[in-house]
């Protein structure tokens, strides 16, 4: 949620900023703003609306401002307006911020900083930053030695809790620039004579992909001249550069209209890069080197919990099938917000694993940090490299799925439930199947990505589909098995970008209640392919068509029989029940994304949503 971006160099910074703001955008686009700071002068432009609506406000770009802030807002405190929209100057005009997070004692500093005179216009959190800074710049002493802007940022956050990512510019200091994290993400690019912070590296590879990824509660100051990170005790860090592992190729929509369309057709890449190396069938073994010093632990653990949020944890919810069909250890799944406050039991021996495209997820991370706490293994399956949930973890696997742009979340989906099946079969071998099993298994699940490709040949088809049903405003998505999680992953697509109300279940449940729903017509959506449950699912086929609902359905190919029940039909390649799930989902998400072109929604920026939930 929010993204921010700042610039230092010798380029013309305001169009350098702009463009980290659209490639930021998919965290937040309620309001937006920048601040550029020249010869002393700090100039602020912002507005509610996307980066398109701030771009018709600015003036021409001033060759000599080279150091920028900017910021692409999802609110949180105080409604989408320009006000409220950041950077957000302090009440004596010298301090201007960017702010990622969420400042919990905001209202407690907000009350002892208006007593001491500080002015407050937003209804923000943010604003509490700027003005503390900005107090404790204006009354304070600083320390000797050491640069009064610097000192400032140090000593109000120290009075902060809650989390940040920040950049921050002082009218005094015209060339330097401030970073400070907490609990948000914050990467220094650094450049030839240049250096970009943000939210994210997507903002940064286009001029670098040379970067530091600063840690909680430290501060970084950059110059011309260079940068140091210092603790919020002013003592200071090494920091070692690393390589940003992508690049602006990936993250640039080529031929495709969308960045949720390119993704999806990404996940016969994205799966084999993510299995690529990792499944040894000639030595029949998964190496999976990130966990490879915890793999003992996992072989014996009691138990195993899966928490994660959103699609994450429908991944959790199928990598729960898989782990008890083929390892046999028992093993629930828990949303990351529900798991942190309720004083879970841990015995020893279990194990906890989070599941997390982005890494930054608050629940999640939480989650994580509650684990911990009570001395659980906390392993990470994680796609962002670097991200805060990696960090936290023991240890995990990456998804190396590469950068997931769309905000409805759809390679990183596949690329968890291949990461969980690598797992399942690994634990598997060692605990409770054959190595023959294992063998078999294993080939099986290096087919998956060719049968995807077959699967999206099918995009215009399950368009057309769309287009039949798409003035009901009532779905449902049904599955039984392993499947299940993939019709609660089918409903959730649906709803985010096409705001169509759909609800995912199990199928047989549906007797349960959600039958009164079915009237006429109404959309039902079976993921009826060949496997133990096949002939029930049916059954629940034939109660939805004699109530009058719309039977489409993701059959295995060749499956002659379901035909003749099926209003619609889409066809998926054979494959063992286990395996299923990232070959069900593939026509739900082109659904889903069908569905919402046709109705003529933003596709990539869905309303009210955004794809790191940084706030709890
Ligand atoms: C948001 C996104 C979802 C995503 C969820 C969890 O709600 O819109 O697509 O599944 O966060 O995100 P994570 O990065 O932890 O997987």
């Known amino acids: 949620m929010c993204g921010i971006v700042a610039y230092l160099g010798k380029k013309t910074a305001q169009p350098i900023l702009i463009e980290g703001l659209k490639r930021l955008e998919y965290r937040g686009y309620d309001s937006a703003g920048l601040a550029m700071l020249s010869g002393g002068i700090i100039k602020i432009k912002k507005t509610k609306g996307r980066i398109n609506d701030l771009e018709k406000i600015l003036d021409k770009p001033i060759e000599s401002e080279t150091i920028g802030i ?103 200091f015209p060339d330097t620039l401030i970073g400070a994290k907490n609990g948000s993400p914050l990467i220094l690019g650094v450049g030839d004579s240049e250096y970009l912070l943000a939210s994210d590296a997507a ?45 602006l190729e990936q993250i640039e929509l080529g031929s495709f209209p969308h960045h949720m369309l390119k993704e999806i057709f990404e996940q016969p890449k994205s799966l084999s890069t993510c299995m690529g190396g ?126 997931e742009i769309g905000v409805a979340s759809t390679k990183a989906f596949t690329a968890q439930v291949a990461v969980l099946s690598m797992l399942a079969i690994e634990l598997g071998r060692r605990r409770h199947i054959s190595s023959f099993h294992a063998t078999e298994c294993m080939k099986e699940l290096a087919k998956i990505p060719d049968k995807i490709s077959r699967i999206l040949q099918q995009s215009d088809h399950i368009k057309q589909i769309a287009a039949a049903n798409i003035d009901r405003n009532n779905w449902l998505f049904l599955g039984r098995g392993f499947n299940y999680p993939v019709a609660l992953e089918g409903a959730l697509k649906l709803k985010e970008i096409s705001y169509i109300h759909a609800e995912g279940l199990p199928a047989a449940e549906m007797k349960h209640g959600p039958i009164a729903l079915i009237v006429d017509g109404m959309p039902a959506v079976f993921i009826a392919t060949e496997g133990p449950q096949y002939d029930k699912i049916m059954g629940n086929i034939a109660e939805v068509k004699a109530r009058g609902g719309k039977i489409i359905v993701v059959a295995t190919e060749g499956d002659n029989n379901i035909k003749k029940y099926a209003d619609h039909l889409i066809t998926v390649p054979d494959a063992p029940e286990i395996f299923q799930p990232m070959l069900t989902v593939i026509p739900l998400q082109l659904m889903a994304y069908h569905a919402a072109v046709l109705r003529g929604h933003d596709v990539d920026k869905p309303r009210n949503l955004a794809k790191s939930v940084t706030v709890e």
Request: hydrophobic share 40%; glycine share 8%.
């Open 203 to 247: 903002a940064i590879v286009e001029h670098t992909t040379q970067a530091i990824y600063p840690a909680n509660n430290e501060v970084v100051v950059i110059t011309a001249a260079g940068f140091h990170t210092k603790t919020l005790d002013n003592v200071t860090v090494t920091e070692t550069i690393k390589k940003i592992e992508f690049s």
């Open 70 to 172: 900017g910021h692409t807002r999802w609110a949180t405190h105080g409604e989408p307006n320009s006000v409220n929209a950041h950077p957000h100057l302090d009440y004596t005009g010298k301090i201007v911020v960017v702010h990622n997070g969420i400042i919990e004692n905001y209202s407690t500093l907000k009350t002892w900083l208006q007593s001491e005179g500080a002015k407050f216009v937003s209804d923000t959190d943010t604003e509490v930053i700027s003005n503390l800074i900005g107090y404790f710049y204006a009354t304070g002493n600083g320390a000797a030695g050491q640069n009064k802007f610097e000192w400032a940022v140090q000593r109000a956050l120290k009075e902060i809790h809650g989390t940040y990512g920040l950049a921050i510019l002082c009218s005094d």
């Open 278 to 403: 990792r499944i040894d069938i000639q030595n029949n073994r998964i190496k999976l080197g990130g966990i490879a010093s915890y793999l003992r632990e996992l072989t014996r653990t009691r138990r195993i919990i899966f928490t994660a949020c959103g699609t994450a944890f429908h991944a959790g919810l199928v990598g729960e099938f898989l782990f008890e069909h083929l390892a046999r250890i028992p093993t629930e799944t828990e949303y990351a917000s529900e798991f942190r406050y309720r004083n879970p039991i841990l015995e020893d021996g279990t194990v906890v694993i989070a599941i997390s495209q982005s890494g930054e997820t608050a629940d999640t991370l939480a989650a994580v940090e509650q684990a911990k706490e009570r001395g659980a293994t906390v392993l990470g399956i994680v796609n962002v490299v670097g991200s805060s949930i990696a960090r936290t973890t023991d240890a995990g696997i990456y998804l190396h799925a590469g950068p």
